[in-house]
């Protein structure tokens, strides 16, 4: 929870007062009045596996509370749910990449928002369909950003089960200097079937509980993750406004030195020896799934009316290898490609790693590895 409540540090207003001009204004002012306006935007991730409550909170926030310009930007209207859905259950690498790309797409077009002042008729959009495009006009036209008087939040709208996923957005807060804040909506897993079950478009179980299992949540211990906290029903709103506040009055810097984080990022992508080590700890991790099914097969056989449709014994070994495979494929991807970030501090002395199954490596591979092999 988070309870501190800070001032918001404000800049003395100069030649222009904001507040009197509104965003319309800003639209035809020097960069100089833009970047000033944007001492007053925050951009709020809201993540949580689906059915958590992060729409409904929103909403609820629009409902109650005058200070705020609020940019709902809801995943699931810009993302088409037949497309994620390809995704989280096809672990093909062509499916995987459209729907990095889409994602991109939205990232995209909210930096091109911010740099027209949120000025609809500015946002590149071209890389969207038509469709997509006109949803993404209508969120920010609904907004109604020529009210004057008002700060900015962007809330993001997701589940943003990835760390790295979140961390897209804070490096748009860094490049244009505004306040950056997560929301966290645990769930437990029952809950959100049963309030998923009551949806008119249904998102499937499956893949909720394998959100959950993939679920990475903030760490305030991260120097980027620090104005973080949890959303419970017994919350209150005045903690949020305050996290808001105070995201508001410590925007994201650009720094004079390589952004630690991004050089974590950018040793995984490049490095040869960690990315070897994590591909012989996944490979003996694959050997060892596998050995115990097979020594536990007895008693599988013996309860073959339970296993989904009734394979052979050999069937079953075959089926459960092939998706075990595609874990680690899928897996090994993610780190190659930077989708998973690790702290530098399991990196260190890694050359050893996979032939030490106490490493911070070997154990956070492990880990990961074991929430997404499938029940047998």
């Known amino acids: ?7 918001r540090l404000r800049a003395e207003k100069q030649k222009v007062n904001i507040s009197e001009h ?14 000033e306006a944007m001492r007053d935007v925050c951009i709020l991730i809201c993540c949580g596996i689906p059915a958590s409550g992060k729409s409904t909170f929103i909403q609820s926030l629009k409902s109650t509370q005058d200070e705020y310009h609020i940019l709902h930007l809801s995943y699931d209207e810009l993302l088409p749910w037949k497309i994620e859905k390809e995704i ?11 729907w ?6 939205i990232l995209h077009a909210v930096d091109s928002a911010m740099t027209s002042s949120f000025d609809v008729s ?11 495009a006109q949803r993404f006009k209508t969120i920010i036209q609904q907004t109604k950003m020529t009210r004057t008087g008002k700060k900015v939040l962007i809330a993001v709208d997701d589940n943003m089960y990835y760390q790295s996923m979140r961390y897209d957005y804070y490096q748009l807060a860094r490049k244009y200097k505004v306040g950056f804040a997560q929301l966290h909506f645990p769930c437990d897993v029952s809950v959100a079937l049963e309030r998923n079950s009551e949806r008119a478009e249904k998102v499937a179980c499956d893949v909720i509980r394998s959100m959950a299992g993939k679920f990475e949540k903030p760490n305030t211990e991260n120097e980027w993750e620090k104005f973080s906290m949890e959303w419970h029903d017994s919350s209150h709103l005045s903690t949020v406004l305050a996290l808001l506040d105070d995201a508001l009055g410590h925007p994201v810097q650009s720094l004079p030195e390589e952004d630690p984080t ?4 950018s ?7 960690v990315m070897h080590q994590i591909d012989q700890i996944l490979r003996t991790l694959v050997s060892q799934c596998m050995a115990e099914v097979k020594g536990n097969m007895a008693e599988v056989k013996g309860n073959m009316a339970e296993v989904k449709d009734k394979y052979s014994q050999s069937g079953i ?3 459960f290898a092939k998706e075990v495979a595609a874990v680690k494929k899928s897996l090994f991807e993610e780190f190659r490609s930077g989708e998973l970030l690790v702290s530098a501090s399991i990196t260190e002395n890694v050359t050893n790693a996979s032939k030490d199954s106490a490493h911070p490596l070997n154990a956070y591979v492990r880990e990961r590895f074991l929430q997404r092999i499938p029940a047998l």
Do not use: W
């Open 88 to 98: 989280i259950e096809d672990a093909e690498h062509q499916s995987y990449s459209k």
């Open 317 to 319: 070994i075959r089926q």
């Open 267 to 273: 040793q995984l992508k490049c490095s040869q020896s």
């Open 100 to 105: 990095k790309a889409y994602r991109k797409r």
């Open 262 to 265: 991004m050089r974590i990022e």
């Open 22 to 35: 509104g965003f319309s204004e800003m639209r035809h002012r020097p960069n100089e009045l833009r970047d």
């Open 1 to 7: 929870m988070y309870f501190i409540t800070l001032k």
């Open 122 to 132: 500015s946002v590149d959009l071209g890389a969207f369909d038509s469709e997509i």
